[in-house]
């Protein structure tokens, strides 16, 4: 991997670079970064913003051979630092290739999903803020709070496939499929002119066009089953040590009649789709962006309060 964190209880990421210069600022080579392995040599250590699990930094005290600087699961309690937890690192995207099923989870005793739920509540007007930029869906709190109770419901924080990196995305995977009725599309999105473009296919779906956005609403004595929802998370794992992670956003309509002949989807007529590529950084800016703290919407924030423990 090529990323760490400096502490299980933050998710402040660094990039692991060319040199270990910014890691030794960061740590001032102090313990419990730097101490003796079980064979006694010097090994510097940080923890994997995947699983929460500590890693060892190789390229940071001896240069390999290779000259590579990169991250990798120690597979042992770093004392002062980390526990390490066998069964959520056994779920994470920086171990090995991972195909993820969605209705796979983990053992209730995991610590990262109980931190997972923890930065839902923390940060949920953030996330829902993510959503929007990413989706065009103007999230109502109606709305928001329908797709936080099915996510709870489905258990989401134990998904496998959930980490403190990909929360936003993977709460918006988990909360299956939601209306689309009397929501909004922003026209800073910038795919909404190809998405109001092939809303405009549906025979009982009306646009109402205002300034900074489109209202779906029903035609006239017509009744509209539009919604979307998301499927087919992906990760990707790239040679030089990089983590790509995607997933699918579908907008569709119930057919009139279900056609098991359609070979494509006999139950619905899907309008609209495209691909989501998870944006780490986005987030990451998000998160530690204090310029905008007194901005926070205490209306989402009430909501995760509401209904997480």
């Known amino acids: 991997m090529k990323i760490y964190k400096l502490s299980i209880n933050t998710q402040k990421e660094y990039h692991i670079g060319n040199s270990s210069e910014q890691f030794e600022m960061l740590t001032q080579r102090k313990s419990p970064y730097y101490q003796h392995n079980p064979k006694g040599i010097l090994t510097a250590y940080a923890i994997c913003p995947g699983c929460n699990n500590p890693i060892e930094l190789i390229g940071m005290i001896r240069q390999p051979k290779d000259k ?3 991250g990798k699961h120690c597979g042992y309690n770093v004392m002062g630092l980390a526990v390490n937890n066998v069964e959520d690192y056994h ?9 993820y ?3 796979q989870r983990r053992n209730v005793a995991s610590p990262l999903a109980i931190q997972i739920l ?3 509540k923390a940060q949920f007007d953030r996330i829902i803020y993510l959503l929007k930029v990413t989706t065009g869906i103007q999230i109502t709190p109606n709305l928001a709070e329908k797709m936080l109770i099915t996510y709870l419901s489905s258990r989401g924080q134990y998904y496998t496939g959930a980490d403190l990196r990909n929360t936003p995305w993977i709460f918006a995977y988990l909360s299956n499929s939601q209306s689309l009725y009397q929501q909004r599309i922003s026209k800073k ?3 909404s002119p190809e998405l109001i473009g092939a809303l405009k296919q549906s025979k009982d779906i009306e646009i109402i066009e205002n300034e900074s956005s489109y209202t779906i609403t029903n035609k006239p004595n017509k009744f509209t089953t539009i919604a979307f929802c998301f499927h087919s998370h992906k990760v990707i794992a790239k040679e030089n040590g990089e983590i790509i992670e995607k997933m699918t956003y579908s907008i569709s309509e119930e057919k009139d009649k279900f056609d098991f002949n359609d070979p494509k ?21 998000l998160i530690f962006s204090r310029k905008n703290e007194d901005k926070r919407q205490h209306n989402y924030l009430a909501i995760a309060n509401k209904l997480i423990e």
């Open 189 to 191: 999105y910038g795919k």
């Open 91 to 99: 779920c994470c995207k920086y171990r090995a290739r991972q195909n």
């Open 265 to 285: 989807n006999p139950l619905n007529n899907v309008l609209w789709t495209t691909e989501i590529q998870f944006d780490y950084d986005f987030y990451q800016k």
């Open 68 to 70: 590579r600087r990169y």
């Open 101 to 103: 099923v969605r209705t």
């Open 118 to 120: 923890n930065q839902l």
